[in-house]
């Protein structure tokens, strides 16, 4: 029986350990899953989710040399931590030799670790959830069914099902994320180049069945694939209910973002601590309060003389009986997916993943996509041909 | 020749001191002018606008042992402090036994002096700006139109004429006592009972001739005509370029205008102070940016057995010759020309006078208009009869 290390038990690894754990086992190989975190409340949730069956360990996973050492101790590493601390984890993991799958949204270029997890002969699969992750799997399959394809264009989001005024929105993750996507410049590449566009800029209203109008605007998410994919045209925005980007660039505007000290009353405070400390409480979801993952994207170019557009639709909702949030599934489900994979032998590749890498496969597309499904999360495909 | 005391030399006081002075003088009699200011440069403004003729004064006017020192000194004192020095500052100068006319909106009822200004034997008139001043005075006048008075509604903003996102607002005076506007309960009279609302509340779009379509919105501005006027209804609101009063809401629900101490970052501060540091600069009007004051008093009920609706309609704008703002010329003008009525002994009751103890007497009404209007202030009065 393989042994699986899962480092964070947050929100998301929870469900990862629950779904390795063989909640959805039955066509599946077991492992034997140690789950880490420094918080005692969070394994004993994740402990609940998973009927009992994990081994939990106490520790602080901020320190690399840790890492190293539990990751050598197990076959398999899954790297489920806060975004700040992804990349030094996944370098503790790479020189452990362990292959490895990692959802922690790092803000660091993963691929700098390439040449290390190469050297080690292992495979590291990064971003791999569901944007970044099924987005990038699924727009390089369809860039290959292309005979040139010349545009990709990914909108997403994760929302309330209720919308509450007056921000409409909840974060399914750390908030300081949130707030980091609407403040960084957006890059694109536009005509085969990279280009920067302001963040929260050029908002476009989009219908989506099940939902109704949202609004997308720029986000710096493309990512890996602005560097691994050879499409002249990618872009990635995000969704929110309408007039949720109007408000945040106001509070832009009005300096609410700011992370220099300003001196007020005395005291020296960092104005997005303030409006953190502020808003993010009207950020959190409640108990059981329902949430929804939307995605859409759009691959277009030319296929046998014929204008194509290929599109793969995702609504995802809140898991009521089992309590986990569709952020949660449709983020883990992937990962867990791949590390069976990985745990199976399946993927051979040595070398730092992003999950466009794997696109080109196109067996194991179809399986990724099916294990979804299989878990509730359903891709629909639509075909445009002019 | 009657001497005058202004004290507080602000964008108003300067104007009251250069009206006073003679800019408007041909008509009236002569005043030897002090104003006092903490700030030297203010007190140069006001020398500047007033062609030299003013004797300035440097002095600390939060003590009020100054203030009545100085004003036993004078015939006449007009004061134009900030408002949270107006009441202590009357308190002095009716201390003092000087008839007086007030322009700093203090959040005190100034009707608590009025024993000890009809002790002294004399006139200390308050609130004698545009609004409260202005609105006071024809509201009282017009209800003395009709044999029967049922309503009066009141609307008034002072605004910048070219609108600027975010927030489509400048304030003309104190920013925090905007805020203070924002977050107090309004109080309305409604049928015959004094009611609160919360601030803010009931927003109704109203076209202008002249400027387009505005928000009304509750704030607290009925003062004293909640407690010396019967008329069983009573409203006063506030008016901004729509979406304004959304935003504030938001800011208000999020928290920004909370005025107890919240740790972040190891700092203790009121975020009140953080978002005022941050979006009071951007409130502040640039030099020579043109505001706009716009007022409609409505006063409804019935006469000769018909209804009649008689309005009251103010636009006025910036004054880009002498660079008088406009909410600087409708505030001080009433204050200049009631101070010229009080050192010419045409306003004899002794006591604290709010503006619509003076509307019983149509001379002095039609004398306040018509002297408004010769400095191009334009009240314009509609009859409307059922």
Redesign the interface.
């Known amino acids: 029986v393989p042994t699986a290390l899962i480092l964070g038990s947050g929100l998301i690894g929870a469900v990862i350990a629950a779904d390795l754990a063989g909640d959805h086992a039955d066509q599946d190989g077991e492992f034997r899953i140690t789950i880490v975190d420094a918080r005692p409340e969070a394994l004993e949730r994740a402990q609940a989710w998973a009927g009992g069956r994990l081994r939990t360990l106490v520790a602080d996973l901020a320190d690399p040399a840790t890492i190293q050492q539990l990751a050598a101790e197990h076959d398999l590493v899954i790297g489920a931590l806060a975004s700040h601390l992804g990349y030094q984890t996944l370098a503790a993991v790479i020189e452990a030799g362990r292959p490895c799958c990692d959802i922690s949204f790092m803000p660091e270029n993963a691929l700098d670790l390439d040449a290390a997890a190469k050297a080690r002969g292992i495979p590291a699969v990064v971003d791999c959830g569901v944007a970044p992750g099924m987005s990038n799997l699924l727009a390089a399959y369809e860039a290959g069914q292309l005979d040139h394809c010349e545009r990709i264009d990914i909108v997403v989001g994760g929302l309330p099902r209720q919308r509450r005024?007056?921000f409409e929105y909840k974060a399914g993750f750390s908030p300081a994320d949130v707030i980091e996507e609407y403040t960084r410049p957006a890059r694109f590449v536009e005509g085969g180049r990279l280009v920067e566009r302001e963040a929260l800029s050029e908002p476009e209203l989009i219908d989506f069945e099940g939902i109704g109008t949202l609004e997308a605007f720029n986000t710096d998410g493309l990512r890996s694939l602005a560097l691994t994919m050879n499409v002249p045209n990618m872009k990635e925005r995000t969704l929110r209910y309408p007039g949720h980007i109007e408000?945040m660039?106001?509070f832009r505007?009005?300096?609410?973002f700011?992370r220099d000290l300003?001196e007020?009353?005395g005291?020296?405070?960092?104005?997005l601590?303030?409006?953190?400390?502020?808003?993010f409480p009207?950020w959190s979801y409640s108990p059981g309060e329902p949430d929804l993952t939307v995605m859409r994207i759009t691959v277009e170019g030319m296929r046998g003389g014929k204008r194509q557009r290929r599109i793969w639709n995702l609504l995802d909702d809140y898991d009521s009986a089992r309590g986990w949030t569709s952020m949660a599934r449709t983020t883990a489900f992937p990962c867990t997916i791949v590390a069976r994979l990985l745990a199976a032998g399946r993927i051979t590749t040595s070398g730092v993943l992003p999950p466009e890498r794997l696109g080109g496969d196109e067996s194991l597309v179809r399986h990724i996509l099916a294990e979804q499904e299989r878990r509730g999360v359903r891709y629909r495909f639509t075909l445009q041909e002019q």
Chains 1, 2 share one sequence.
């Open positions: 005024w007056p408000l660039r106001i505007e009005v300096g609410l700011r300003i007020v009353g005291a020296q405070v960092r104005p601590d303030v409006i953190s400390h502020l808003m009207m």
